[in-house]
């Protein structure tokens, strides 16, 4: 299987994909409170806790060594999958993870602007 130095550096190299090909802000709006190295299915994996627009929970992005791309999953806090995506390139992942956990694709850029406003009230009531 995988020593806990290999998951390490394998997690650091999705953490610097992940950094190096989507925008600060986007990975702000995420509300990323907790990252760390895991194994999840098997699979070298950042765990990410998150409380997107979305989504509040865990993304799972864990990588598959025989396809050599990423799977990324979507649990709630409560450990359900509620979404996975497979195959995906490293430098799409930042998109599918915003389009799943802050701004669906089909919104309009006023629907998306309401449901932002919502979170952030939200966010600071808190």
């Given amino acids: 299987m995988y020593s806990t130095e290999e998951i390490?550096?394998?997690?650091?190299?999705?953490?610097?994909?992940?950094?190096?090909t989507t925008p600060i802000a986007v990975r702000w709006s995420w509300g990323i409170s907790k990252?760390?190295?895991?194994?999840?299915e098997d699979k070298p994996t950042l765990a990410l806790r998150v409380s997107g627009a979305l989504h509040k929970g865990w993304v799972f992005i864990s990588y598959d060594r025989a396809s050599d791309l990423y799977d990324i999953s979507?649990?709630?806090?409560?450990?359900?999958c509620k979404h996975k995506v497979e195959?995906?390139?490293f430098d799409?992942?930042?998109?599918?993870?915003?389009?799943?956990?802050?701004?669906?694709?089909c919104t309009?850029?006023?629907?998306?602007i309401k449901i932002a406003k919502?979170?952030?009230?939200?966010?600071?009531?808190?």
């Fill in 92 to 105: 799409d992942m930042g998109k599918v993870i915003d389009g799943i956990i802050e701004r669906d694709p």
């Fill in 8 to 20: 390490n550096s394998i997690v650091a190299t999705i953490h610097e994909q992940l950094k190096a």
């Fill in 74 to 80: 979507i649990v709630s806090l409560k450990g359900e």
């Fill in 35 to 40: 990252q760390q190295a895991t194994l999840y």
């Fill in 87 to 89: 195959g995906v390139y």
């Fill in 118 to 126: 919502a979170d952030t009230i939200r966010k600071l009531s808190a």
């Fill in 108 to 112: 309009t850029d006023e629907e998306y």
